[in-house]
């Protein structure tokens, strides 16, 4: 079950993107395979295969995606089972739960993971942070609260 879902997205929940440009996996829809697209993609929904997308991925809280990631960007407030990579930012606030690797220029973490972490750039674990992996990056920042179990490798630029 394949279908592009597209329109009637609140532009502020996305930030400023036209309209024709996202797609959208809706609340109690739940889509199988592979999810392409050239533009950006909001799932409030369940996704259970692949998503390969170039611009920014958002996932609602409530959500579940069972897939790999690859997107410019992801924004993930719900629960994903899978690696999320991404040649941009990997934002992932307080609600948020990744079970997977996380591969980005930079990160942020407010959630959970349960994997590695790699960064271009900087890492940083905010306050109700939870993670449990290791992390390589150029740049570190734990606040106060955060945890943190595994090794810190700093490195000018992270290897492959």
Do not use: Y
Request: aromatic share 2%; net charge negative.
């Amino acid at each position: 079950m394949l279908s592009p879902l597209g329109g009637g997205v609140d532009s502020g929940a996305m930030g400023e993107r036209d309209e024709q440009d996202v797609s959208v996996v809706g609340r109690g829809a739940h889509v199988e395979g592979s999810l392409v697209s050239t533009g950006s993609l909001w799932i409030a929904g369940r996704v259970t295969g692949e998503i390969s997308v170039e611009g920014q991925v958002t996932v609602a809280p409530g959500s579940e995606v069972e897939a790999d990631i690859k997107a410019g960007s992801i924004n993930l407030a719900g629960r994903v089972n899978g690696n999320l990579t991404a040649p941009g930012s990997v934002e992932l606030p307080a609600q948020s739960q990744v079970k997977g690797d996380v591969r980005a220029k930079s990160v942020t973490v407010q959630g959970a993971v349960e994997g590695n972490v790699v960064a271009e750039q900087k890492v940083e674990l905010g306050p109700g942070a939870r993670l449990q992996g290791d992390i390589t990056c150029t740049a570190l920042v734990v606040a106060e609260g955060a945890m943190f179990r595994g090794r810190s490798i700093m490195a000018q630029r992270p290897s492959s």
